[in-house]
């Protein structure tokens, strides 16, 4: 199962992104000291940098699922319609999930899980999909499946209140995709503001190498490169999280 709150790497993943951050250390280490003795100063970080990479990968799990969840809205709305049971709704929705998003997309396997809890290990259906629902933590699957609880109790129409769930997550997606838009054009400055002072000193290095000498052959100036590294780190972080917006 998935877990929506923290990534879990594969161990070929782990060893993937220890090369890359070492990689990246020894980089920094060359351009900012000339040493790659000085590519340790990025082990301290190592666990921050796997924490901010699990990040990212959370949140485009998280919208992978959100969006493949809106599509078996209309799939459930359809088969309900048709007198299907939500376990049979299910089973059938697996296909046509995977027909737009491939076998290996994230709803694809939670509702082969779900169809083989409910059709092979007997669970309710409503016990499944609670489970699914506070594992994601997802305000628009809780929201589902408490009104699907509630129609299930009461007898009201499954039918309605699924077609006024896809109208406002369709709303909150359309919103999601216009404040993304906006806020993408300050995530592009910022990825300048990160990438510059590393182009200059490589473009100095290159042509100019007499000229920034000093940094590199005194403890002052290497003070002054740490220094010049972590404030950009920072700034980029701020940058982030100033344009990082939930719905």
């Not at 879990?8 to 992104?17: A, E, G, M, P, V």
């Not at 599509?71 to 737009?100: H, Q, W």
């Not at 409503?126 to 129609?151: H, M, N, P, W």
């Amino acid at each position: 199962m998935y877990e929506y709150d923290v990534f879990k790497f594969s161990k070929r993943q782990d060893y993937l992104l220890d090369v890359t951050i070492l990689i990246i250390g020894i980089a920094i280490s060359f351009f900012f000291y000339r040493s790659i003795i000085f590519g340790i100063i990025i082990l301290p970080f190592v666990k921050r940098i796997k924490e901010w990479v699990g990040e990212i990968l959370v949140d485009k799990r998280r919208r992978e699922l959100i969006l493949q969840f809106k599509d078996f809205l209309f799939v459930a709305s359809t088969a309900l319609g048709s007198g299907y049971s939500m376990r049979e709704v299910v089973r059938e929705s697996i296909p046509r999930i995977a027909s737009v998003y491939g076998r290996e997309a994230v709803l694809v396997k939670e509702l082969q899980i779900m169809d083989k809890r409910m059709n092979e290990g007997g669970e309710s259906d409503l016990d499944v999909l609670s489970e699914f629902a506070k594992r994601t933590g997802q305000e628009d699957i809780i929201d589902f499946v408490t009104i699907y609880s509630i129609c299930k109790s009461t007898g009201a129409s499954l039918i309605i209140a699924l077609n006024q769930a896809t109208s406002i997550i369709m709303d909150k997606m359309t919103i999601d995709k216009e404040i993304r838009e906006m806020s993408r054009t300050k995530k592009n400055e910022g990825l300048v503001i990160f990438a510059m002072p590393f182009l200059i000193i490589i473009f100095l290095n290159i042509f100019s190498p007499d000229y920034i000498l000093p940094l590199y052959a005194t403890w002052i100036g290497r003070i002054i490169m740490t220094a010049v590294a972590l404030s950009n780190i920072l700034i980029y972080s701020v940058i982030r999280k100033i344009t990082r917006i939930e719905i």
